[in-house]
């Protein structure tokens, strides 16, 4: 007993966070666990503000206020409302209001389709989505989603459940990222942005 | 107000952790936000759990249960008593224990003199070291600190507080990491390896 046994549950809740292998995981907690006065109890506060705070929109499922509930993204009416951008997470609401090139509405899809990690359609709000461009007639649908390949599929399947209703449904650009030269792209990315060339 | 305001303090508890920037930190609290009833929940009681069970030990520093302070490793009466090993932190303990090579008892430091960080001796549990060197009369102490320049001036500090008392004080063997190769070495490692030959 020399209290290492306490730390495993702390450890393993650590591991569920984004980029946090088992070993850093472990470090965390240990300083954690050394520091009871200091980071624990103001990591415990933290968590508590935020439990009792922080809610998920019932409409778009991006992050609000318990007081906000539809948020205010949704609410707004002086943000576009005749476009819906998915996304996957509450956080790429956040990721794409800072660049202020979007002014409509948004649905948090929750997750994408992931046969590897055992997540099919099933798990993320789709139904929700459906029902929302029945009642809300958007005249455009913008997949925004990852370029990686289970993100694709996902848009790819959307994209398919989609395909009867009068609206258009696009994708965002791929091509170069912004600040990098030709020699340092991967084909991949090189190859997109030929295929996706525009008139200059 | 969509939520995000509550979040700060939670990324800034998290930004604490060994490891873990601003951005991941971010990430980290997003995550939990739109996962409140699972990994928020989980963190939680986890943290509670820990809070709850584990101590410091009030002699060796080291991580300990309620029940056992001062720790198993500082009573157990079959650990060689003549050796003192001085380590940093508490995770320190933890790591020379699993190689088995080492079976004296422990002080951590908890902190090294790092003038950059504000930290000087008065910062770190030196006192309480003097102390027990006074009344538990090591014949050795090895100082198991870090080699980067801040815990090699920590060492040096320590060697010099302890030239009057008899007993020997070392340090860790400095030189090649297991598993790797001359060509592979950085010119510091290298040169210490060779400053620090031994005989075939």
């Not at 009792?52 to 609000?64: D, K, M, P």
């Not at 046969?115 to 009642?135: C, N, T, V, W």
């Amino acid at each position: 007993m020399n209290g290492l046994e306490h730390l495993d549950r702390l450890t393993a809740a650590l591991a569920r966070l984004p980029g946090v292998g088992r070993r850093s995981a472990e470090r965390m907690a240990y300083r954690l666990a050394w520091d009871p006065d200091g980071a624990l109890r103001e990591l415990l506060e933290a968590l508590r503000e935020a439990q009792a705070n922080v809610r998920l929109c019932g409409r778009c499922g991006g992050l609000t206020v318990a007081a906000d509930n539809p948020c205010r993204l949704c609410t707004n009416p002086a943000r576009d409302q005749g476009v819906l951008c998915v996304v996957t997470d509450p956080s790429d609401i956040i990721a794409i209001e800072r660049t202020g090139s979007f002014k409509g509405r948004y649905h948090a899809l929750m997750g994408i389709i992931s046969p590897m990690h055992g997540e099919g359609p099933k798990d993320m709000r789709l139904g929700s989505l459906m029902r929302r461009i029945a009642e809300e007639k958007f005249e455009e649908v913008i997949l925004a989603l990852g370029t990686d390949v289970e993100s694709e599929s996902t848009a790819s399947y959307i994209t398919e459940l989609l395909k009867s209703k009068p609206l258009r449904v696009t994708r965002l650009a791929s091509g170069m990222p912004a600040g990098s030269g030709i020699a340092y792209s991967d084909p991949v990315t090189l190859s997109r942005a030929v295929k996706g060339r525009r008139a200059s």
